[in-house]
């Protein structure tokens, strides 16, 4: 969105010739502009979200929130947990992508492929191997 209002809302039309009808199938789509920064209750929330210093934060429940993830030494934890899991998510992704490329140049052995990459097993590196076949 190239404006600068704070909300967008979308609505859904069907083109019958030059004539729209409102496509009413229950579905709601908004966007908030995360670069807004007004003096509104929307704003403020805006400027939160990107705020790091949770004394410069409007919404008091918020900042206690981030003071607690940032400064409290169990909530610290808590993130490096999270920060910890979602890393590891991204090295199986990214080990996943290897061996289906590894699989498909089919130079290697599922096993010499399993040493490789040790985040991923035998198991699934057959469930991979079988993907693989059926899509090509």
Do not use: W
Not at 4 to 21: C, F, H, L, M, S
Not at 62 to 70: H, N, T
């Amino acid at each position: 969105m190239q404006g600068k209002q704070p909300i967008y809302t979308i609505e859904r039309y069907v083109a019958i010739g030059e004539d729209k009808v409102l496509f009413n199938d229950g579905s709601h789509i908004i966007y908030v502009n995360g670069k807004y920064r007004g003096d509104d209750d929307i704003g403020k929330l805006m400027h939160d979200f990107s705020c790091t210093d949770p004394d410069k934060m409007h919404f008091e429940a918020l900042a206690k929130r981030a003071r607690y993830f940032k400064q409290n030494e169990k909530g610290v934890a808590v993130m490096g947990r999270f920060r910890e899991e979602i890393m590891m998510e991204a090295a199986l992704d990214t080990s996943r992508e290897t061996a289906e490329r590894l699989i498909n140049m089919g130079k290697l052995s599922l096993e010499e492929i399993a040493e490789c990459l040790p985040l991923i097993s035998l198991e699934e590196l057959k469930e991979i191997e079988a993907k693989t076949m059926q899509t090509t």
